[in-house]
Antibody, heavy 125, light 109 residues
């Protein structure tokens, strides 16, 4: 059974960088055919896909267009975890952040079969 | 972006009744690439259906999905107290960003 466990701060000051990590058990980050994603949920924007990383002979990452200048997905350094960095956060980045396993289909996009429990992040001074 | 509109916003039914939730896409989904999730209060979303009608592992057959193109539905047969949740649809069938619907809240009378 795949399990995802998240870690990271619950409170971040405006203009700082939010760093979140997702630890995987029951699977490997380099499993072919899957991707590992970040999604956030807020009352303002609902569920919003942020980014994904995946291994297909080398590491790839994709970031949602509105966040491409602020969100960094570094190639994983461990087979059992991946991370996200969101720079220059603002109050509108306050949300519950989830990591999830994604099954990409022919469109290159997929559905999410396992989710982490979520990290509630508040951006406030 | 393919916008998903869910209806109704809230569904209030008695135990044992059948709930039918709807999801309409602004653009047709190839391969019926649509998923449904259940989110109970305080929990992460849980995959119920993918490919419009394929139940995820461990999901009871009280849950069923149907539809194609732009119009999809999720049915919950024999509503139980544990079904109280918000239900989201999600599309992954277009080359633009994947997207989620705004959700339907299911309540028990």
């Amino acid at each position: 059974q795949v399990q995802l466990q998240q870690s990271g701060p619950g409170l971040v000051k405006p203009s700082q960088t939010l760093s979140l990590t997702c630890a995987i058990s029951g699977d490997s980050i380099s499993t072919q055919g899957v991707a590992w994603a970040w999604i956030r949920q807020s009352p303002l924007r609902g569920l919003e896909w942020l980014a994904r990383t995946y291994y297909r002979s080398r590491w790839y990452s994709e970031v949602a267009d509105p966040l491409i200048s602020r969100l960094i997905i570094n190639p994983p350094t461990s087979r059992s975890q991946f991370s996200l960095q969101l720079k220059s956060v603002a109050p509108e980045d306050s949300a519950i952040y989830y990591c999830a396993r994604e099954w990409p289909q022919s469109s290159g996009r997929g559905y999410f079969d396992f989710w982490g429990p979520g990290t509630r992040v508040t951006v406030s001074s | 972006e393919n916008v998903l509109t869910q209806s109704p916003g809230t569904l209030s039914l008695s135990p044992g009744e059948r709930a039918t939730l709807f999801c309409r896409a602004s653009q047709s989904l190839r391969n019926n690439d649509l998923a449904w999730y259940q989110q109970r209060p305080g929990q992460a979303p849980r995959l119920l259906i993918h490919g419009a009608s394929r139940r995820a592992t461990g999901i009871p057959d009280r849950f069923s999905g149907s539809g194609s193109g732009t119009d999809f539905s999720l049915s919950i047969r024999g509503l139980e107290a544990e079904d109280v949740a918000v239900y989201f649809c999600q599309q992954y069938g277009t080359s633009g960003p994947l997207s989620f619907g705004g959700g339907t809240k299911v309540e028990i009378k």
